[in-house]
């Protein structure tokens, strides 16, 4: 009768499992950073979020004002608004805030220098963790052609207020022939197209050109964009299906961190006019993004932040 030999464990069972089970751990993680954590899925109501960032005004220059009635007569009564949004403290002028809607600081930059001097190595940014977790993002930027990475002024486009540019890993560092970064920047006028097709991105930043976003021309310039280009998103079948937009400010006038203007619109939203007094910055609209699709660690200072789901019924 033959004999059947046991090799004993040098370890205990239990042990042995654990070991295999990190080990699985790690190999099913290889292919996200290990500072990003993605969601299993998106549970989320809301697929597919759009920000448009307005410049330069308090929310006391918007809000009652005769020279923007599409946002105090349209806006407003059917969306919900924050009346205490503020810059973060101190940082100005645009470039600061627009990374810092980015990455949650401003990595000690207060100026508007071009990306070929004020460009960043880190890889811990929104879109990036976008990407890492299997997301899909654009720039919209109004203005460019689309033919290359947009790093310079170019008619009234200037990159100051498009904040991916500034991210080495995103222009392959300042390569104004990267296919990335041209595949993600983009004309603002491809969106219409977008929302027509169904191919909207999960993620949508909106710059207008400096005449559209009140920067160098009149509120009410900027307020009769919103209304021929906001009613392309909201009446597209993306948005109303799973969409959320965010229309905002970059900063308040002259230098003052506000409050500026935050308005959200969705069908997810309290809306009806709905209003809060809640203290929010440039940090929480990150860190309702990150809530929204489900990424961790949050960024930098939305980690300290409040989000603006109090804006929502239905939230994330």
């Not at 929310?59 to 608004?81: C, E, F, K, M």
């Not at 559209?212 to 009446?235: A, F, Q």
């Not at 308040?252 to 969705?266: A, C, E, R, T, Y």
């Amino acid at each position: 009768m033959s004999q059947r030999f046991f090799v004993k464990p040098t370890f205990p069972l239990a042990i042995r499992w654990m070991v295999v089970a990190m080990v699985f751990l790690a190999c099913s993680q290889a292919s996200l950073p290990s500072s990003v954590i993605a969601a299993e899925g998106n549970d989320s109501v809301i697929k597919n979020v759009f920000i448009i960032l307005m410049e330069n005004h308090n929310w006391s220059q918007i809000r009652g004002s005769s020279q923007a009635p599409y946002i105090n007569n349209v806006l407003l009564p059917s969306g919900s608004h924050a009346e205490q949004y503020y810059n973060p403290r101190r940082i100005h002028p645009s470039l600061p805030n627009y990374l810092w809607l980015e990455a949650g600081d401003n990595f000690g930059i207060l100026d508007d220098r071009l990306p070929s001097i004020n460009h960043q190595s880190t890889t811990d940014h929104l879109v990036t963790y976008f990407d890492n977790a299997g997301f899909t993002w654009k720039s919209y930027q109004e203005d460019i052609t689309g033919d290359v990475c947009p790093l310079i002024n170019y008619r009234q486009y200037v990159p100051k207020h498009n904040p991916m540019v500034y991210f080495d890993d995103v222009t392959d560092i300042n390569d104004p022939n990267s296919e990335y970064c041209i595949a993600h920047v983009r004309p603002y006028e491809e969106l219409a197209v977008d929302l027509e097709s169904g191919a909207a991105a999960s993620y949508n930043f909106i710059t207008p050109n400096e005449c559209h976003d009140m920067h160098s021309c009149s509120i009410r310039e900027g307020d009769t964009w919103l209304s021929n280009e906001v009613p392309k998103i909201l009446n597209s079948q993306v948005f109303q299906d799973s969409g959320a937009l965010f229309i905002t400010w970059d900063e308040g006038v002259l230098f003052s961190d506000g409050p500026i203007g935050m308005i959200v619109l969705s069908p997810f939203a309290r809306g009806n006019g709905y209003s809060n007094s809640i203290g929010y910055t440039h940090s929480s609209t990150l860190r309702t993004m990150q809530e929204i699709f489900g990424l961790t660690p949050f960024l930098r200072d939305a980690e300290n932040a409040t989000s603006l789901s109090d804006l929502f019924a239905v939230y994330p």
